[in-house]
């Protein structure tokens, strides 16, 4: 039997797997770290493993050997292997798009084949990616000109969610391993500011655009792209420049040459790539051009080795089956409403926004793959910011706050800028908050402390706040593939437990089409009635005072 057919599946909550969970939660969950701590003096190893260079130490959650048994369980009535295997294969578990899912193929090496409606697609990969490194060293090299046979020293990558979100962040944090004398800009919102302030002080001479987008639909990434070429042909004056100043990241050749793109400088991807999980394809092309075609390689090198240690690591040993699994753990017996994701790096600044749109538009759904309404809950918001800072602004929710908030601590062992003590400094900050968070500080504590006793409410820390502390060797290429594969695999983990398509977005459809329509409208000047009275008088005032 095929997992993907999910209509043959038992409703999540008859599984005798979540059954036990759910009773096991009424024993457990008064249960405090403290405590379990104490009564197992090895947990901080217990709970803990080390594969493909990550360190993940999970002992600081509210489980017991049971809990992780009882989850396990859960994954295997799931029918997680075989979803694995499935996703690997090239079923098309995708199934409202009727698509295979195969981010995993564009790390996959040469010598490995992935067959897709009959045609091995792995050649294709490396096919694009020899391509793309070609282009990146000449531009790099300086031996790609301009129309006026000057070099490119800005690269403006043009997109939006998957085509920029990914891009953006890995160029933040692989900058170390950059090309320092190139200028890296990327244009995303519609709202011109984005366009205006990325090019205000560039040379269009000196300046490539990659209009990065699958459908080359896309009315923001259009919109902004069409205002590029008017911005190069003002300077350049002539339709030929386009071909020197223009490259497209897309899989539609027909719009991408109505554009008047040369597909000869197009870069081509699959529609079994989802846009969330694109930034090691084609639409990495702004980081291949940042950190150079090895780079680029070692990182989709990092990727695979996840892939791999996903594909065939034990459960119990599956970092991002582990990660997944404890997700859901807090989401649906917990009523943990949100993740929070803490890198404690610099270079990780937009590693959170980009986490949202992979998490968060994965499992953002409320249907099951059979169609039916979900009776309990699935993705939670993920959100964070790089420690420290964080840890000045909204951590004080996370220690005594009503919420429960479970969090990923992400540190380095070695810095990238060995400066003084700051690493140790920003180090010891990732094991107090975990330590804080988990153990809080005891009325008796404080009392110890000499507190008077009108200020010792406020200043106990219950603790039994659980977290993930996830240790890494150092920030490289590689480190940051497999980074993004863990986090990947277990939004996959999770939307298998959960039933749910992790592929799909329809979602973002509905405010796309109602945009278009009011789009519009907005161009005339005569008064609009055909919404609601909110939507009506929300737009006409704005044509009132826009004048
Ligand atoms: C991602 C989504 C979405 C998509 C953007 C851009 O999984 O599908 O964020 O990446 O809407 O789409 P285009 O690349 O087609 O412009």
């Given at each position: 039997m095929s997992t993907s057919s999910a209509a043959t599946q038992t409703p999540l909550t008859q599984l005798p797997a979540w059954k036990a969970l759910a009773t096991h939660y009424e024993k457990i969950h008064t249960e405090h770290l403290r405590d379990l701590f104490k009564n197992d003096p090895k947990r901080g190893t217990r709970f803990a493993v080390e594969a493909e260079g990550i360190y993940l130490d999970y002992s600081k959650h509210r489980i017991t050997e049971e809990t992780l048994k009882l989850l396990l369980q859960l994954a295997e009535e799931s029918g997680l292997k075989a979803r694995i295997d499935a996703m690997f294969s090239g079923e098309k578990i995708n199934t409202t798009e009727k698509r295979a899912v195969l981010h995993v193929a564009l790390r996959a090496p040469k010598s490995e084949k992935i067959v897709v409606d009959g045609e091995d697609v792995v050649p294709g990969v490396h096919e694009v990616l020899d391509r793309m490194s070609a282009f990146a060293d000449r531009v790099r090299s300086g031996e790609w000109l301009g129309y006026t046979d000057k070099p490119i020293k800005n690269i403006?990558?043009?997109g939006i969610g998957g085509s920029d979100l990914g891009p953006v962040m890995a160029y933040e944090a692989l900058r170390h391993y950059s090309q320092r004398d190139l200028v890296f800009r990327f244009v995303s919102n519609i709202d011109g500011t984005d366009f205006a302030e990325a090019t205000h002080d560039l040379d269009p001479e000196e300046t490539l655009f990659i209009i990065s987008s699958k459908t080359?639909?896309?009315?923001?990434?259009?919109?902004?792209?069409?205002?590029a070429r008017t911005w190069a042909l003002k300077a350049l004056k002539h339709q030929a420049a386009i071909a020197k100043h223009f490259v497209a990241v897309s899989t539609n050749a027909a719009e991408v040459s109505k554009f008047g793109i040369d597909t000869a400088n197009m870069f081509g991807f699959w529609d079994w790539v989802g846009g969330r999980y694109s930034m090691d394809s084609a639409i990495g092309l702004s980081t291949m051009l940042a950190v150079g075609p090895d780079n680029f390689r070692k990182m989709l090198a990092g990727f695979h080795s996840i892939d791999e240690h996903f594909r065939t690591a034990p459960f119990e040993k599956n970092l991002p089956v582990l990660l997944g699994l404890l997700t859901?753990?807090?989401a649906d017996f917990f009523g943990a409403q949100t993740v929070a994701v803490l890198p404690y790096d610099q270079y990780l600044k937009r590693f959170p926004a980009y986490l949202q749109q992979l998490t968060m538009e994965s499992n953002g759904k409320h249907v099951t793959l059979s169609g039916d309404h979900v009776n309990y809950e699935t993705g939670p918001i993920f959100w964070g910011e790089p420690g420290t800072n964080g840890q000045h602004s909204f951590y004080q929710l996370i220690h005594q706050g009503t919420h429960l908030i479970p969090s990923d601590f992400i540190g380095f062992s070695k810095t990238?800028?060995?400066l003084g003590d700051h690493h140790d400094l920003l180090m010891a900050n990732v094991f107090a908050q975990a330590e804080a968070l988990a153990f809080g500080k005891t009325a008796e504590e404080v009392k110890a402390e000499g507190t008077p006793a009108w200020l010792m409410p406020h200043r106990v820390f219950e603790g039994n706040r659980p977290s993930n502390t996830i240790l890494v060797e150092k920030l490289t290429p590689e480190t940051l593939g497999k980074l993004v594969a863990l986090y990947e695999h277990s939004v996959f983990t999770q939307g298998t437990i959960w039933q749910i398509n992790s592929f799909d977005q329809w979602g973002v459809e509905l405010?796309?089409?109602?945009?278009?329509?009011?789009?519009?409208?907005?161009?005339g000047a005569g008064e609009i009635t055909t919404h609601d009275s909110s939507t009506n008088t929300l737009i006409n005032f704005y044509k009132k005072q826009r004048g």
């Open positions: 403006i990558n043009i080359f639909t896309t009315l923001e990434t259009m919109t902004n792209a069409h205002s859901v753990w807090y990238l800028n060995k405010g796309k089409v109602l945009a278009k329509k009011i789009g519009g409208e907005l161009e």
